[in-house]
């Protein structure tokens, strides 16, 4: 974001990732006059919220007007908190001194706020700011609108925002963490004016994230599928299997080439190992390496457990604002694209995968290891240590693990359309949908 000063006054205006006028919360309607409504004030803060509107130089939206905003478009996020506040009789007009919406924490204190870091925010109330920061950017702010408990007693936070792709973006709340729902933008912490009196909800759970540790998956490879192990065996794949020799570490993944002939192998420390018609070379790395992603054109690229990718001619970005640690990678169709997926249920899109970022898990109850695009590329599957499946986009949530099994450890969606197997650390495999049936895997060393 970035501020202008209109009449005396400090606007905001914001620019960042999901900054856009279609909403795929439900479809964009126009206002009798004024700037297009992507959300009625009536459906949120149980009626009483205000209108959340899309992009405009429209001055009123439904009625009401801007306060704050710029004049290339009125309805920023700080615009929305600041007419939200004013209709609740919370705060007067424009948050002063605010010139981006990371002052409203840095700010709080002498807006007569009261705020609370991340890492320690003990309670919230419907009403709240949560303030999100990003290097070299002006940072976001949304409405806390309800908070609910998940099973692991751990809390899901729903908020709503203003200039940005979905209006509704639901938080994981955790040992006094709020896990960032936007892509490389970090929890500066909450913000309450004091009088915002509403019922407090106390955050629960823990706040670390439990480590994810396994082996290569499955993974499906034209109308079969290929299993592998920690120790670096394979079942099921199109060629004769020789375990690879010299491994340090563990095999942590594996990915399959486009013709389905052959399939790559990678290790924790980034050694990789081809076969069939797999090519066979490496790439340099640094730190844990925890998934690999083919490539349409023969290649592939290497997950470190920070977030960073890794392959011929990438570019080293450090992801911020994440929680847990990478656990996956998937490719777009295209190879111009990917997304990155946290144990804490957070996908990072980057490239032509920015605009298909269709959502992040949040009510799981253990850490998230495993995530499979559907065969068009607009949707996603997640599965968490429990196996319980989270669908996101065109993906479709066929089914959980039952009860008792062992942990899951990857899931992989069918190429042929509807349908997802999921396996467990000793190689039980359960297939929803349509996608292929493969037998429990028996006499291996290791884990999946």
């Not at 809390?155 to 896990?179: E, F, P």
């Not at 990678?266 to 390496?289: H, L, N, R, W």
Request: glycine residues 16%; neutral net charge; contains cysteine.
């Amino acid at each position: 974001m970035w501020a202008v000063v209109v009449a005396g006054v400090a606007v905001v205006s914001v620019v960042g990732p999901g900054a856009a006028s279609a909403d795929v919360d439900g479809g964009e309607t126009s206002a009798v006059a004024g700037a297009p409504v992507r959300m009625a004030g009536s459906a949120w803060f149980a009626g009483g919220g205000v209108p959340v509107c899309g992009s405009s130089t429209a001055k009123t939206c439904d009625g009401q007007v801007h306060v704050g905003g710029v004049s290339s478009n009125w309805w920023q996020c700080v615009e929305l908190a600041q007419r939200f506040y004013a209709r609740r009789g919370w705060h007067k007009g424009i948050f002063a001194g605010v010139g981006v919406a990371s002052q409203i924490y840095a700010k709080a204190t002498a807006l007569g706020m009261a705020r609370q870091p991340n890492g320690k925010v003990l309670d919230l109330v419907p009403g709240d700011m949560i303030v999100m920061n990003r290097t070299g950017q002006a940072g976001h702010v949304v409405v806390v609108e309800s908070v609910t408990a998940n099973k692991d007693g751990t809390r899901s936070v729903m908020t709503v925002g203003q200039n940005s792709k979905v209006v509704r973006n639901a938080m994981r709340w955790h040992g006094g963490v709020l896990d960032s729902f936007w892509a490389d933008y970090s929890v500066a912490g909450a913000v309450r004016s004091p009088q915002n009196i509403g019922i407090l909800a106390y955050g629960g759970g823990v706040a670390e994230y439990e480590q994810v540790v396994n082996g290569g998956g499955v993974h499906a490879i034209g109308s079969r599928l290929l299993s592998v192990t920690s120790t670096g065996e394979a079942f099921g794949g199109p060629v004769v299997h020789r375990r690879p020799g010299g491994v340090v570490g563990r095999i942590v993944d594996a990915a399959v080439t486009p013709s389905a002939g052959g399939y790559w192998l990678v290790s924790s420390t980034g050694q990789v190992f081809a076969y069939g018609d797999a090519k066979p070379y490496q790439v340099e790395v640094a730190g844990e390496v925890t998934a690999i992603g083919a490539l349409p054109d023969g290649g592939y690229l290497l997950l470190g457990a920070d977030g960073r990718v890794f392959g011929k001619g990438v570019a080293r970005r450090e992801p911020e604002g994440f929680s847990g640690s990478f656990v996956d990678i998937e490719v777009t169709e295209t190879g111009e694209g990917y997304w990155l997926l946290t144990s804490a249920g957070q996908i990072y899109p980057y490239g032509d995968a920015e605009p298909r970022w269709y959502g992040n898990a949040t009510t799981f109850d253990k850490a998230i290891v495993a995530m499979s695009r559907t065969p068009s590329g607009k949707g996603y599957v997640m599965v968490d240590k429990s196996g319980h499946v989270f669908a996101f986009g065109d993906a479709k949530h066929l089914g959980d693990l039952p009860p008792g099994l062992p942990e899951a450890t990857d899931i992989a969606y069918s190429p042929a359309g509807d349908g997802y197997t999921i396996i467990t650390k000793s190689g039980i495999q359960r297939s929803f949908g349509n996608a292929p049936a493969s037998a429990v895997t028996a006499g291996f060393t290791g884990m999946f």
